[in-house]
């Protein structure tokens, strides 16, 4: 069966699983969304013997319909390689009575490597098979962890070039490191003389300048992005549910058929949706529990049916959830008016105008699978003290997050169900964050000392990722002003022609 997607904005138009993943975002500005969510067609019996890699391909041919098998197998082949530590890809430790499903043992050491990786392969052959010629050139701006995992996705992938412009003072120094030192001749990183807000303005320019794009034409290019609401993101991210719960049943913690919990920490809304997804096609899961940091836009939302962006922007340790327009959302909205695009459009229109909108009954009636929760900065170092007090496991501060969330949530509801939680950084990656949660004399070392602290208490070897950084060279050092990023765009791609 062919499985084709369409526009949460536009009821009319259709288009190919390839066609959504080389567009990105539709015309219309709405996101991609299949016609229906497909049912698995093996069973979890079948699927709890089966690898990472043959599960992706169980999973991911049901929603990308015009891949052959060769093509798909090829990508997941790529992608769940070597650049793993583990060759189970996503580990399920069970730390005191809950699971962490540890999604950071990538190349970048956080989640979104999970599709990042793939996402380059996706991409490729999505172009082959609509007969585009052209390089793909990847604009991306990043306040840190995306363009790391993008350049370390897309380099060396043949038929790619990939350009990242960073703010030069707006990351932290591990960040900023481990996108300098980015191998492969194909990348490009470039620090802009301004914030976040300059660079995104600045790439979202590049992409809607015709003339530019005219011109690149000419030269054998054309842009693409490798944004979280690319469609090829959202479908790698629903494989490690189906994983999980298949582990779960080998390891005889759960019987056949029961229902699970899952807590995600959230931000842009695309690895619970993923996980919403994932329950759709048969995965038994109960209730997906949305965990938010003191940016709880969308506790808020859960909890009132309205959603207000129109408040203070905290900054905190968990700054990859540091969001107020979780742009995934919109495909949620779109599924509970009913797929809707004309009632889902004046929505967003009004969160545009207002930065506001309220749901009706109806629709707040089909959120019964979500739960909203929230934790404050101190409540998230607290759990990060008191987990590796109780059971020596260090986490994150964003997994801490959805720790602390889902133990309030079981004490409260006093639901027994089986509790995942989905684990999306290493702890070396926010070393002094987690270090001085657990101990605040460790506030006055730096981090990279903090790093040999970490390996002595958790007993965890330093990752590959956080290793490389200490000795590599710096091998980008291009700076431009947020008004040059053009002609940088034009140099970098003329010097390679
Ligand atoms: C991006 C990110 C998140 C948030 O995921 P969304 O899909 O945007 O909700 C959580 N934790 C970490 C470490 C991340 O990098």
């Known amino acids: 069966m062919n499985l084709l997607y369409k526009s ?12 959504a993943i080389l567009k990105g975002l539709a015309e219309d500005g709405g996101l991609f969304v299949p016609e229906n969510i497909p049912k698995l067609d093996v069973t979890m019996e079948e699927l709890k013997d089966m690898t990472y890699q043959e599960t992706a391909y169980e999973v991911m041919k049901q929603f990308l319909t015009d891949f052959t098998e060769e093509e798909l197998k090829h990508c997941i082949e790529s992608a769940y390689d070597q650049k793993f530590d583990t060759e189970v890809i996503a580990p399920l ?12 043992h990538g190349a970048t050491i956080a989640f979104k490597d999970m599709a990042l990786s793939i996402l380059p392969h996706l991409l490729t052959t999505a172009a082959k098979k609509n007969h585009v010629t052209k390089d793909i050139v990847i604009l991306t701006a990043t306040s840190g962890d995306t363009g790391k995992a993008a350049l370390a996705g897309f380099a060396d992938v043949p038929g790619t070039k990939i350009i990242v412009f960073y703010p030069k003072d707006g990351v932290s120094k591990v960040q900023e490191l481990q996108m300098v030192t980015q191998k492969g001749k194909n990348t490009s990183v470039v620090a802009i003389h301004g914030n976040f807000d300059n660079a995104q303005s600045g790439v979202k320019a590049l992409f809607e300048d015709k003339a530019l794009e005219e011109e690149l034409d000419k030269d054998g290019y054309q842009f693409s992005s490798a ?3 690319n469609i090829g993101r959202l479908v790698p991210q629903v494989v490690y549910y189906v994983y999980a719960y298949a582990k ?21 809304f695309g690895n619970i949706l993923a996980a919403y997804y994932a329950k759709q096609m048969g995965v038994p899961i109960a209730k997906l529990i949305c965990a938010s940091n003191e940016n709880k836009v969308l ?22 959830m540091d969001i107020l327009i979780s742009s995934n959302l919109e495909r949620l909205i779109y599924a509970i008016a009913g797929q809707d695009a004309k009632k889902n459009t004046e929505l967003m229109e009004l969160l545009k105008t207002e930065g506001y909108y ?24 607290a759990a990060i003290r008191e987990t590796y007090h109780s059971t020596g496991y260090v986490m994150d501060t964003h997994t801490a997050v959805a720790s602390r969330v889902c133990k309030v949530y079981r004490e409260n509801i006093k639901d027994n169900k089986k509790a995942l939680v989905i684990s999306t950084a290493s702890p070396y990656k926010f070393a002094k964050s987690v270090m001085t949660a657990i101990d605040g004399s460790y506030g006055t070392m730096d981090e990279l000392a903090l790093i040999d602290e970490l390996e002595k208490i958790s007993q965890t070897p330093v990752p590959k990722a956080i290793e490389e950084i200490r000795n590599a060279a710096i091998l980008h050092t291009k700076e431009c002003n947020a008004d040059e990023m053009k002609k940088t765009v034009k140099e970098i791609l003329r010097a390679e022609v």
């Open 8 to 19: 949460t904005r536009n009821a009319e138009k259709t288009v190919t699983a390839s066609q």
């Open 93 to 104: 430790v069970k730390v005191g009575d809950t699971f962490h499903l540890e999604l950071f």
């Open 227 to 229: 944004n979280s609401i």
């Open 248 to 268: 779960l049943l080998e390891n005889e913690e759960i019987q056949s058929g029961e229902q699970i919990n899952v807590t995600v920490p959230t931000g842009n």
């Open 299 to 320: 506790f808020d939302f859960f909890k009132t049916g309205k959603y207000d962006r129109n408040r203070e922007f905290v900054l905190t340790s968990s700054p990859s």
């Open 358 to 381: 309220e749901i009706t009954p109806e629709m707040k009636e089909k959120l019964n699978d979500f739960v909203g929760g929230y934790a404050s900065e101190e409540e998230t170092e």
